[in-house]
């Protein structure tokens, strides 16, 4: 199933030129783009990544899987529903880009979904680069009590954002790193 998504990503989120001409949120240019949407977005992407992700984390007693909206959306999706069909049914929450400021919770809401305080969690993320997005999704979560007990990311761009996650202090598994798909570009060029 790795080397199916891999390919997957290859064939459908990944660009790559010898000049950095891809602009990143960060404002920085870059030579490599992943447009992950295409892939978590796709049937097969969604039953791939539903299930590599669920088999990492279906021992790990988490309640709910969930991260920033956009882009941890519907990774956590896709998870929940392949929870569902094991028989081992997970949450999916999202956490917010700016808080609620309506509803029934006064001061605002970052965490949408069925989680509480004390509740184990697994944050997701498409794409790490800096780790601003999955730093901000794991802050919000500890904001809501919630216990971080696993971070994934479906790709790993391999430029410092493991290392920024990972200096607060969370471990962060990657589905697939950058360098496994610039094998294969290398392969086809």
Known sequence: MKKRLTELIFEKAFKYSEEPVFKL???????????CKAVTLHPEGM???GNLIYEMI??????AIGGLTLG????????SFTSHLKGKPV???VVRKSAKAHGIRPGGQWIEGNVKEGDRVVIVDDV???G????EAITRAKE??????????????????RENIEAAGYKVDALVLRDEVMELYRKEK
């Open 25 to 35: 949120v960060s404002g920085r240019m870059s030579n490599y783009y992943f447009n």
């Open 132 to 135: 601003k997005s999955t730093i």
């Open 144 to 161: 809501a009590g919630l216990e971080i007990v696993r971070v994934i990311c479906l790709i790993d761009r391999q430029e410092g954002g």
């Open 47 to 49: 039953y791939l990544i």
């Open 72 to 79: 941890a959306d519907p990774v956590a999706y896709a998870v």
């Open 91 to 93: 949450e999916t929450f």
């Open 58 to 63: 279906k021992d790990s007693g988490a309640k």
């Open 128 to 130: 790490i680069t800096t």
